[in-house]
């Protein structure tokens, strides 16, 4: 199952940079892991903003809540964390689906 995730961090004011950078950078390991193992195929960091972008491929709705609460930017910052997440499919599906009537057709 797909899923799109938005990551927007925001630096708590208890965390210095450099406790900051390091959190970032144990996270950046493990999504290099994540994207090795095939469970995030596509991964983007957002210019100029503290944000992320990802496409995560894991079985369940619940895999990923264990995912994202196992990241280590997560652990390490919690409410300085937020994240988004929506299941997705390929528009090709869709696409079809129009044609065989399934949306109303």
Known sequence: MLFFVRFDVT???????????ETWRREAEAAIGAMDAGAVPHLWKVAGQRV???VVDLPTA???????GGLPIIRE????VKTE?????DYRAFAAALNDGTHGG
């Open 11 to 21: 630096q708590p004011a208890n965390v210095s940079n450099k406790d900051l950078v």
């Open 85 to 89: 997440a929506w299941p997705i499919y």
């Open 77 to 80: 910052m919690g409410p300085g």
């Open 52 to 54: 992320v972008l990802a």
């Open 62 to 68: 619940e895999d990923l809540d264990a995912a994202l």
